[in-house]
């Protein structure tokens, strides 16, 4: 009896002194003040983004132990030359606080050029993920090698294209052409199968103020593969319209009622703030955090332009409805006036002519837009545009006027005497004027130019002609990381003979994959640049496969402005 006692009473005063002993530590940890201690977590990863040969940025989130009120408080940075941080080169700290949603973002500079580095940040003794970067290469460089990103929709799917690319080792920098997060409520796009995948949005609404911008970043970036490419690559990121609402323009958005959701300017101004908290990027000028335009130089192969299309200057998007009549005709002349209008912009006049001068300056050999929607010529039959015809039966039609025309009824005839149309108004086919603009001075200053473009959620490559046909460089366009393509608009159509008639179609369209989620590596070296096309097999389940996909490659000089199988 007096052995039990004795042990159950030193149970007891274990337990009381380890309880005395912790707290009395955490007290001192917290300057003997009788608070209770902040410990701080790094729940959302690492990032770093916006290289140049000399800086970085660095990201990260300290979620504080509890709701603290607004003070600051520091979180320690490092940056070391290898992954066990024997040799730190840079460290420092910087405040963070609720005003920034705890986010921490720090530019450091004095770095090497062409620099593997590895960073972390740290509070008290918790330490967050090691992250990777690399700094941009000066003088002559012999290649430049980019994964690029387009359209990721956290409630479609599971992140596996993120997962595959920060897998890859000998990439210099990731590139997210925008739709980095989607506004839509748990009802809303894409969102079937969310439930079932454990992928339903937070908050439940669709995002409209500060709070709710910020928590679905946050929640994007639980995800542990965008996690694991943030750490592996610094990203070089513009926005899409989904950032801010579906098909955003400089005044409002499709997806944005003022009525029953106030003004698109407060709106705004909570997306702006969000993305600038959230994204490693380093805006040009502090004070205007919607002005993302920016240049980065690799040395003189290669000069990355990243444009905003959507939210600085666009005037809003034209619509084929407004066009038709009581009677149901197109007025086809009303909308060639307005689509001819020389003062419809679609980057506006400021960032037209900043691009303007950015290439003039630069004498790399590769001009590159990083940008957001497609700049090639996509004209498709009006009665497929309109859907009044699948594209079976519209490609059927086509052989048939090839094979027999004698047999076509008159209805079929009619049906194929329909002009082509921009399929997408959205996109800088609906800003036609500012297209040749940026195309005009291409070709004025002999520069070899690519596009890159996102927000489709398929894949396309094309050649990139002026108005009157001349070639003036190519577009690489890069399919989603989740968001559905046209496999979910044309359900009963088998995907080859989409892909296959949309080549057929449009003339310029040299490569066109609707089916599959992916991504794109751009490979520039003085003699060529080539896009590889690289598709997952499913995005709704846990286990997939790596689907190869098509390369294509274009060659530097005025006679090569085309694409070129490799
Ligand atoms: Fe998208």
Known sequence: MTSKKSRRQFIRDF??????????LALNACGGSNASPLTVNFLHGVASGDPLSDRVILWTRATPSSAVDANDFQVSWEVASDALFTTVVKSGSIATSAARDFTVKVDVSGLAANNVYFYRFSYDSTRSAVGRTKTLPVGKVDQVKLAVFSCSNYPAGYFHVYAEAAKLNDLDAAIHLGDYIYEYSREGYASQDALALNRQVDPK??????????????QYRTDADLQAVHAKLPFITIWDDHEFANDTWIGGAENHDPASEGPFSARRA?????YNEWMPIRLPDASKNDRIYRSFDFGNLMSLHMLDTRVIGRDKQLSYT????????FDSAKFSTDMASPARQLMGTEQTSWLQSQLAKSSATWQILG????????????PLVLQSINFSDYTALLGKAQQAPASLTPTEKQILAQPAIPYNLDAWDGYAVARETVLGTVKAMDKNLISLAGDTHNTWASDLADMNGVAVGVEFGVTSVTSPGFEEIFPKEDPANVAGGLQQIIGPLVYAETKNRGFMIVTATP????????????????????VPGKTLKT????????LLAV
């Open 371 to 382: 940008q957001q929607v497609l700049m090639a010529r996509m004209n498709i039959p009006a």
């Open 270 to 274: 909570a997306a702006l703030q969000a």
């Open 205 to 218: 609404s669709e995002i409209i103020t500060l709070t709710d911008y910020r928590s679905r970043y946050a």
């Open 555 to 562: 060659l530097p000089g005025a006679a090569n402005r085309k």
């Open 527 to 546: 003699a060529e640049a080539r896009a590889e096309w690289r598709y997952i097999s499913t995005v709704k389940s846990r286990t997939y496969t790596v």
């Open 15 to 24: 337990t009381f002194t380890t309880v005395a002993v912790t707290g009395s």
């Open 322 to 329: 407004s066009y038709i009549g009581a009677g149901g005709a």
